[in-house]
């Protein structure tokens, strides 16, 4: 049986199973249920996140906006106190089984919320599949979890790795660009914001001539960067996160790149990082689902409420962060705080429409956000809005059988 079988398989059984329960429970045969037990309980809240390496401020980004949403809420889900339980994940795809299954059969959780790096999001989603565990998958965007292995209990608050880059083809083609070098991790999430944006720039008659990739998370970018310099490019594309992007864009200056080749990334080069680079990012372009200065309501209510409490400025995994525990507060106010109603606090969260700092969103049919991309310039110390770079972006949930 293929992969896509798999999936579609998966989906009925879950749908099968949670149908048996309410029946039997219509029957009486299951009194007294969970709920009944369970109702004054605490709802289990799993963060896997990583809390040590080059992603670890990203993790911590994402536990404060999460917080945040819920503390808005009284600090409580549909009615119920919130008790949390964490595992540092290390950005490690080998122990992602072993860490998942942490909060899946050690504590219980009801809901897992984790984590950022794709190929642990990869470890993650076998795991999950079998348990049939909630999952909010606040950033990590590897395709799969909403291609071939979406399923019923999977959501991402964040983006696919596809959408962060596949609006940059048409920004470069805009500019006279008529090829580009990709730069990246060799890992899912680099592969994938490569034929993003490779997708994207072909269609506007671009060629992407060079792949250049550094293994996950080295940072010594010296040798690829004097490759650039002899290629000379018309422009250069990057996906670097976190301590490897601050790096990444210290060395471009130092390289004598910036000013000469044009340096374009998904967001994610630029987010949370300018305190730390100088002016070594200043001018540099990308794409992301946020930005600075959007100054809508929600944005600036958002803003504040979050320098105010963690006296730090927002960033985009603060927003996904933030939007994961606004998707679980639609789903669970739903059904009261009955988590075990979980088909109910599925279709609830599929119905939802977030009010986000980024703009509204909604989700599509494989629980992936359908959102706008933001063109973003640095300018100072802000990734500056310039416009929509792509209305609605919604990824093409290949495989996706649901
Ligand atoms: C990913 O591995 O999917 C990933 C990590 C960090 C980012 C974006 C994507 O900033």
Known sequence: MDKEQNASCDRRGFLRGSSAIAGATAAGVLLPTHFAFGQQAKIKVGLMLPSTGTFAALGAAI?????LAIDERGGKLGGREIEYFLVDDESNPAKAPENTNKLVQRDKVDVVIGTVHSGVVMGMAKVLKDSGTLWINPNGGAGAMTGPLCAPNFFRSSFSNWQTTHALGKVLKAKGHKNAVFITWKYAA?????????????????????????PFPQVEFQALLTEIASIKPDAVVAFFAGGGAAKFLKDYQAAGLKGKIPLYGAGFLTDGVLEAVGDAAEGVETTLHYADGLNTKKDNAFR?????????????????????????????????????????VIKAMEAAKIDSPRGQWTLSKAHNPVQDMYLRKV???ENKVQGVAWKALADPARGCKA
């Open 379 to 381: 300018v100072g110390k």
């Open 63 to 67: 536990t404060n906006g999460f917080k």
């Open 304 to 344: 504040l409420a979050y320098a105010k409490t963690y006296k730090l400025q927002p960033d985009v995994y603060a927003v996904q962060g933030y939007d994961a525990g606004q998707l679980l507060v639609a789903g669970l106010e739903a059904v009261k705080g009955d988590i075990g109603n979980k088909v109910g």
């Open 190 to 214: 680099g592969e994938e914001m490569l034929e993003g944006f490779k997708e994207g720039f072909e269609k506007e008659g671009g060629k992407l001539t060079h792949e250049l990739f550094v």
